[in-house]
């Protein structure tokens, strides 16, 4: 492989020499190592669970420009595993966290900084930049774009994802290896594939991806070992096993194929089907809503109401407001539980769930069943606001 | 014969929440099929209403994507490990 970075021009100041000089006495890195280090210039896509020990480890390691993008701002559930942030930065922007805690450890480090959305029409222009990309994204329509970028660009996808405590990493987009596309041709439809807001993290797993990430973005940089690419690194933390699967480059695909069809950046909201990262009400399930506010009132003046609860039982423990626990999953085989003359309101998390149980029992002969708008986050909120969250 | 079907977390609610699922059959297609009249709520997940394979669902037989084999033909042997590898977006 061509080498990726040049680090002939680069030089480092004795306190740098110092700071790096358990790499340089490596064979594997040596001073010439630490020089490719400081000249290349790395785009981390994201600064949450992956971006956090990603960016944390490059720093330290030495690469001289990290360019960071985020929109987000901290709140505290991101703390269980975004180790940028800290408790006193929740309500900041996360671009002000990391790059605080960046040049922390290491002043020496430039950060350019984008406080945007990674998009269609700037993901080609801020691509321009940097040598290695890494993407730390959470939603399907980014990780496209990323990767269709990387590869109109001709620019590493250093690759990573997360669910509940299982990993997968690659390298994607490099000259003879295979793109995310190869694997994956299309996206799943919205819906079929829960989120991490919906599913959990463990919150040690991005760390370990991350950190694989930061691994291999390093090698790139030297120029050492056997990158990841054309393989699919799986991780299961609660096996603690890892896993190596064998990736081609699919000839026929259809943004790094012999022909291509995708010869700019698309559409990637249109093409993943528009969905939130958070696990909002499903556009597809159109419902009637009722309001915190009202379902208060109408229960404060002792209306005939029963409220189902469709969470799990161990959401149930963390908080309720002492619906009648059915899981959305068990309702068809409990659905004698409940009384069809009756007014149900069903509430969930944050609504999508309630919603389908309300399709479901709509079309099941309740006609007198409702969602809670905003789900127990929301009756959390406007109505009880006693009430922990989660 | 017997093979082994990981399954992936993302599909073990479809799955009696097994990680490991033993199933009888002779290619890699009789293996999922056997696997989804084991578990029919995995269905909808591995396969499209007209039957195919979702495209972001990737089936290995030990560490080669059946895409590359002889897909749904490729035979299996007793020691042979099937891996059901979704597509997963997380990373905040």
Redesign the interface.
Known sequence: MAELIDGSQATLSNDEILRYSRHLIMLEVTLEGQKKLKAARVLCVGTGGLGSPLALYLAAAGVGTLGLVDFDVVDYTNLQRQVLHYTSDVGRLKLDSAIDKLTAINPFVEIRRFDTYLNSQNALEILSGFDIIADGTDNFATRYLVNDACVLSGKPNVYASIFRFEGQASIFATEAGPCYRCLYPEPPPPGLVPSCAEGGVLGVLPGLLGVIQATEVIKLILGVGEPLIGRLLLVDALAMRFRELRVRKNQECPVCGANPTVKELIDYNQFCGIRGEESGVSTSTKVPEILPEELKRRLDVQEDIFVLDVREPHEYQIVNIKGHLIPLGDLPTRIHELDSSREIVVHCKSGARSAKAVDFLRKSGFKHASSLTGGILAWADRVDPSLPKY | MSVKVLI???LR?YAGKQ?VIEVTAQTVGEALNDLVTKHPDLRK?LFSEDGKL???V?V?LN???VR?LSKDATPVKETDTI?I????????
Request: charged share 20%; aromatic share 12%; net charge negative.
């Open positions: 992936p977390t993302p609610p990680s997940h979702r495209s972001f990737n290995y560490d080669e994507d590359y891996i590898v979704p597509s997963v977006a997380g990373g905040r």
